[in-house]
């Protein structure tokens, strides 16, 4: 298929001088969709073209040309790109001619401005060897099966990105983590995808060009090939959209699944949920433009997709984490829920601390149980990014063996080098690793490559550790200036600090009690704030001091905490060996801190006050292997060969 894919993009040589790399794909996509849907109609053209005359209004139109043809759509012109080239001069108007006589299904020229394309292409004298290189492409279905057309698209699809020197986060899936993808999330329904009369539904919100959804559409057919697949895509980009949209056109698909829009701010399919989604959302791409309405929707709780937190305003990846949840369909009364793949890069296993909206999210979706696998994949696996990616698989209704646990498959070492990169893609996982990883995620079983863990082994608590100030205060020159520079307004305390002598004072009530009388000698009064900034600016850390106590409020009486040597522990659910529930805090946390921190420091205490419920997975930490290093013999021995070596060149030199 890259062969082909190179072939049609190569047409893009045409184009050079009027047109410029980046928009060679405005041209190419909208040809070859036209020549695709041309080699469809063309067994149909004389039924068709019978039919279209017979009846005048589009409802009996559609109606009877899929009755006769089998096809979701029709053209009411005479004009085939052969036909339209021999009439050179009108070549143009016949071509816009031949776009518009397309029913109303065919959109997606508009969203791709082609008619003004077309013209722009006659008026840089190009139209004419464009539209005779395109008539050539065989893209017949005998020739290209709906596959081959996804494979193309993609291929095109990629050539055009990288043309336009796309962003990391604006790429396309490659086919081989989508197989691998769609085999995970139909893993556990295999035997009922068999069973006649299946009928079953994917969405996808973030569809690009409908690769996961031909995917998925291929491996069921594969299954049961009279089971019937309703497609449903959302996509925000107009050229994809119109790419998704004539691809599942083409296949037969209701297309009025097929809708355009920022799923983030609009679902476009707002009460609807599904059998199985996938999505690969782009990476690292901030969600600002659909800010106002997912901060209104994140309001509505429980009510709303993104009630359980938000992730960073430079991230939105775990936004359509949510969104897929909302999506998947309820569990049933015959036990019988929804499932969802999605494809995430490493940052929403481990991003933002305990109390964090990507924390509370994770949180939600462990407590929830709705996690079932992660998958890491081999690196350099997708066209425009190298970064390390992860598939998810989600399930509202596991399987007995798996309630209450998450499975880990560290795949990073099941891929295969290919001949020829495309792009950053440098690595594919070819059909017995892709195997491989799905037998063991279907063992859930321990390996070296398979790790099982219950949800709460990814939860924690983030317990705040303070010890107390002790400072010791004197009226230094060094001092008074930092008081002075503190309380600027205050008339005379520099003078006034001078003449109270350098003692050094250890308790700070004794210092407070001395210094106050003495200021007041001098008609200083000091407001409570002033006289906190007075202490601070007259005091030093000293390990020897008396501790200084809380004069006020509901503490009062006891240590005051010192800022600066405050500490934050993490304090894994079950530590210890104790109940891995949230009611366990108390012994947990007490069990660890008299375990772990009070033998260090004996004066420490915790704030209960401060203590956060994390959630992290740590997904690297648990497949990491101790390579010991090398034996430092052998080291030097290497050493000592390149230190030879280059002696010996130097006395070649010198010769």
Same mark, same amino acid.
């Given at each position: ?43 149909? %053209? ?6 279209? /005359? @017979?009846?005048? !209004?589009? &409802? $009996?139109?559609?109606?009877?040309? *899929? ?111 989508? %197989? ?6 139909? /893993? @556990?329904?295999? !035997?009922? &995808? $068999?069973?006649?009369?299946?009928? *079953? ?455």
């Amino acid at each position: 298929m890259s062969k082909l894919g190179s072939f049609v993009w190569g047409i893009a040589d045409l184009l050079r001088g009027p047109y410029k790399p980046h928009q060679y794909g405005a041209v190419i996509l909208p040809m070859t969709i036209l020549r695709r849907l041309e080699c469809v109609m063309e067994p149909h %053209r004389e039924a068709m073209a019978k039919t279209v /005359a @017979e009846y005048d !209004d589009d &409802l $009996r139109r559609k109606t009877f040309v *899929r009755r006769t043809t089998g096809l979701p759509f029709y053209n009411t012109s005479a004009f085939t790109l052969e036909r339209a080239l021999k009439d050179p001069d009108n070549l143009a108007s016949n071509l816009v001619d031949y776009i518009n006589g397309f029913s109303s299904e065919i959109d997606v020229f508009k969203h791709f401005e082609f008619e003004r394309q077309i013209h722009d292409l006659d008026k840089a004298a190009r139209l004419n060897v464009v539209v005779q290189a395109f008539a050539r492409v065989d893209l017949h279905p005998d020739a290209v099966d709906n596959a081959g057309m996804g494979d193309l698209f993609e291929n095109l699809i990629y050539r055009d990105f990288e043309a336009a020197n796309a962003e990391a986060g604006d790429f396309y899936t490659p086919r081989d983590a989508i %197989r691998l993808l769609v085999d995970l999330v139909f /893993a @556990e329904d295999t !035997d009922a &995808l $068999r069973a006649p009369g299946t009928l *079953r539904s994917v969405y996808d919100p973030t569809a690009g060009t409908g690769g996961m959804l031909s995917v998925a559409e291929e491996h069921l057919l594969s299954l049961n090939p009279k089971a019937k697949l309703a497609l449903y895509a959302q996509e925000v980009n107009p050229a994809s959209y119109a790419v998704c949209k004539s691809d599942l056109l083409i296949k037969g698909q209701d297309v009025s699944n097929v809708r355009r829009g920022d799923t983030l701010a609009s679902d476009l399919f707002d009460g609807e949920t599904f059998d199985y989604c996938l999505s690969n959302p782009p990476y690292g791409v901030d969600w600002r433009a659909s800010e106002k309405a997912v901060r209104a929707e994140h309001l509505l709780g429980d009510e709303g997709r993104f009630g359980a937190g938000l992730p960073a305003v430079g991230d939105g990846a775990m936004l359509f984490l949510l969104h897929l949840i909302s999506k998947m369909r309820p569990v049933d009364a015959k036990g019988n829920g929804g499932r969802a793949g999605i494809v995430l890069s490493g940052s929403p296993l481990f991003n933002g601390g305990a109390g964090s909206g990507p924390s509370d999210i994770r949180g939600y979706l462990l407590e929830k149980d709705l996690v079932e696998a992660i998958i890491a994949l081999p690196n350099d696996m997708f066209y425009n990014t190298g970064i390390v990616t992860y598939l998810w698989i989600l399930d509202n209704a596991k399987s007995p063996k798996r309630e209450g646990r998450v499975q880990l498959i560290d795949a990073t070492n099941m891929g295969t080098k290919m001949r020829k990169s495309l792009g950053a893609k440098r690595v594919e996982i070819c059909e017995a690793q892709r195997a491989e990883i799905v037998q063991t995620y279907d063992k859930f079983v321990e390996t070296p490559t398979s790790k099982i863990f219950d949800n709460l082994d990814f939860a924690y608590w983030s317990i705040t550790v303070e010890r107390p100030l002790r400072l010791n205060f004197a009226c230094t020159p060094e001092r008074i200036q930092a008081a002075v520079k503190a309380l600027p307004n205050l008339r005379g305390l520099g003078e006034t600090l001078d003449t109270f002598g350098e003692a050094v004072y250890l308790n700070r009530e004794d210092f407070l009690h001395d210094l106050g009388k003495h200021l007041g000698t001098a008609g200083i009064r000091l407001t409570t704030p002033q006289r906190k900034a007075l202490w601070q600016a007259l005091g030093e850390r000293d390990e020897n001091a008396d501790i200084c106590i809380v004069q006020t409020g509901k503490l009062k009486g006891s240590a005051e905490p010192d800022p600066t040597l405050r500490d934050t522990e993490v304090v894994p659910f079950g530590w210890g060996g104790h109940k891995k529930k949230h009611d366990a805090v108390r012994e947990t946390i007490e069990a660890y801190f008299a375990n772990e921190v009070a033998p260090h420091v004996p004066d420490a205490w915790i704030d209960y006050d401060k203590t956060k419920v994390g959630y992290e997975i740590p997904f690297t930490r648990h497949f990491y292997t101790f390579v010991p290093p090398r034996p430092l013999a052998e080291i030097d021995a290497d050493l000592n060969k390149v230190v030879d070596d280059i002696l010996h060149l130097l006395r070649e030199v010198e010769r």
